[in-house]
């Protein structure tokens, strides 16, 4: 069986044709690494200056910076920090380079801050808390945290994502629904921010409500990154865990996973079946949405690749899924699971299970190389109605050029949804399903027709809330890590609803506080960072 959710196989190749590969570091083992170098000041003619700036994920967008810092401490990054300040150039930060969107490879970055380098994991006696550099990638925090303390975050399925972005902006994954968001057990962060002189400084802010830089910790539970400073060090431990054993401070991972893909091939899938199935698995999840009972340790995800006639590709219509292998009956709650998004499907899938170790599958998601791309998201908080289904099926199985579209819904709710929306930032604590509409391409003269199909799919969904998921009875607006400049442009976003509260929702006047506070000079911005009030 594949990988879970292996896009690059489920898209036939057809990305792995069309882009460049991207690049994988190794992973990372615990304790310093690189903690005697000195910061690397990289220009245009080094030869690292093109590895560095063209390892972003969408190859529509790429860095062009007067100089790229490739930084190893909080204190190499105050100091780069000030002396871009100083000159007055733009700031880009950059982690995993996975962004979505153009925030990071913007051409009014000047100075492009990276913190790949930067990969301590170790315990904090004194915060009693597991420390974690921003610079890691999701799959070396896994492995790190497993390895040493048989624990883990509950983030993202790609191994390659940066945590410094991932955290920021709320960050879930497969064990979500058992165990929350990552931001749920962040304890504290260390931020280097600017004041209105200019001068950087590091700040450590903390979950404790009496910390006087509590707010700032807050805003870095789902406010997005790259708004107040520039992240280099988090720090977790689950609320109401007891003592200084590391091992006992986070969530423990299942030993095993088992996992399932559940895959209709366009050839054999009737027209009909395929809004039977998006319905099903909707409906579904709006019934069994509650953290208690069996299937709170259930992860699916239900993904609908745009029918191509060409016989060079595959696509497809697949559910693939994963549960605790310990679950008492964890074979018959797949198949119960599987029962329920069938019913009444006529086209006969082919079905793959496999029992994996919990680490071996969560870095077994391969993405596929960088390619050209533009995505989209939305919080679901019930099953898309009859009028969306017909939007997406209609848009799935149009005729298209040399494009490919996609939407996936992501199981959600469970123990996300015990939080109260203010205790965090993540103001989207009521969803049932997360949503992604996301367009593939192999090059540029592709640029304006498969944006074109992108924006026409999403806004059809929504044609109800003027082209966006405006929050309401399905709807509640967007995961900043799915970062879409579109909501920004009143000619697409046609709502009344600014990009701000899709978001952000009640939360962002919150936001925008701590910006005044800790970002006078709005040193840190992009296309949707937080703005200075007023």
């Not at 009693?128 to 303390?149: K, Q, S």
């Not at 533009?374 to 799935?396: F, I, M, N, T």
Request: charged residues 20%; proline residues 7%; glycine residues 12%.
């Amino acid at each position: 069986m594949k990988p879970l959710l292996s896009r690059r196989q489920a898209l036939g190749g057809a990305v792995a044709a069309a882009a460049a590969t991207g690049l994988l570091p190794e992973p990372a083992a615990a304790g310093p690494a690189g903690s005697g170098a000195g910061a690397a000041l990289i220009r245009a003619g080094d030869p690292r200056y093109p590895v560095l700036a063209e390892r972003g994920y969408n190859k529509r967008f790429t860095a062009t910076p007067d100089e790229i810092v490739l930084v190893h401490s909080a204190e190499q990054v105050r100091d780069a920090v000030e002396r871009a300040v100083r000159a007055g150039r733009r700031i880009g930060i950059r982690s995993g380079g996975h962004s979505f969107d153009g925030l990071v490879d913007d051409p009014a970055v000047r100075v492009l801050i990276d913190l790949s380098a930067m990969k301590r994991v170790e315990y904090d006696e004194r915060l009693g808390a597991v420390a974690v550099d921003a610079g890691l990638t999701l799959g070396e925090a896994y492995r790190a945290l497993f390895l040493n303390w048989g624990v883990t975050i509950p983030g993202g399925i790609c191994p390659d994502v940066g945590l410094g972005g991932h955290v920021a902006g709320g960050g879930y994954g497969p064990l979500s629904r058992r165990h929350g968001l990552v931001v749920d057990h962040l304890h504290a962060v260390e931020v280097v921010v600017v004041d209105a002189a200019g001068r950087a400084r590091i700040v450590v802010a903390t979950r404790r409500p009496d910390d006087p830089n509590h707010d700032l910790w807050w805003a870095h539970t789902g406010g997005g990154g790259g708004s107040l400073g520039v992240v280099t060090r988090y720090w977790f431990r689950s609320p109401g865990a007891q003592g200084g054993d590391p091992g006992r401070i986070l969530p423990r991972p299942p030993q095993e996973v088992l996992q399932r893909t559940v895959t209709w091939s366009w050839a054999q899938l009737a027209a009909e079946d395929l809004p039977v199935i998006l319905r099903n698995h909707g409906r579904w999840h709006a019934a069994n949405a509650g953290s208690a009972g069996p299937y709170a340790d259930l992860y699916s995800a239900l993904s609908a690749y745009q029918r191509l006639v060409s016989p060079q590709y595959t696509t497809s219509v697949e559910l693939s899924m994963q549960i605790d292998a310990a679950v008492p009956d964890a074979a018959g709650l797949l198949d119960a699971y599987c029962a329920a998004v069938r019913a009444g499907v006529g086209s006969a899938p082919v079905t793959g299970t496999t029992t994996s170790r919990w680490l071996t599958a969560a870095l077994a998601f391969d993405p596929g190389p960088g390619a050209r791309t533009k995505s989209k998201g939305a919080y679901l908080r019930a099953p898309w109605d009859d009028r969306q289904l017909a939007a997406v099926c209609d848009h799935l199985t149009r005729p298209v050029g040399r494009g490919l579209l996609v939407t996936t819904a992501y199981s959600y709710g469970g123990r996300v949804n015990d939080v109260a929306p203010g205790a965090t930032a993540v103001a989207q604590r009521d969803s049932v399903l997360k949503a992604w509409f996301a367009a593939f391409w192999p090059d540029a003269s592709g640029d304006a027709e498969s944006l074109a199909a992108i924006r026409r799919f999403y806004a059809d969904v929504h044609a109800a809330d003027g082209g966006v998921p405006r929050p309401g009875p399905v709807t509640d607006g967007c995961y900043i890590n799915y970062a879409d400049m579109d909501l920004a442009d009143p000619a697409l976003n046609t709502s009344g609803v600014p990009w701000s509260t899709l978001y952000h929702k009640d939360g962002y006047p919150r936001l925008q506080a701590v910006k005044q506070r800790y970002d006078p000079r709005d040193v840190f911005r992009h296309a949707l960072s937080i703005r200075l009030p007023g």
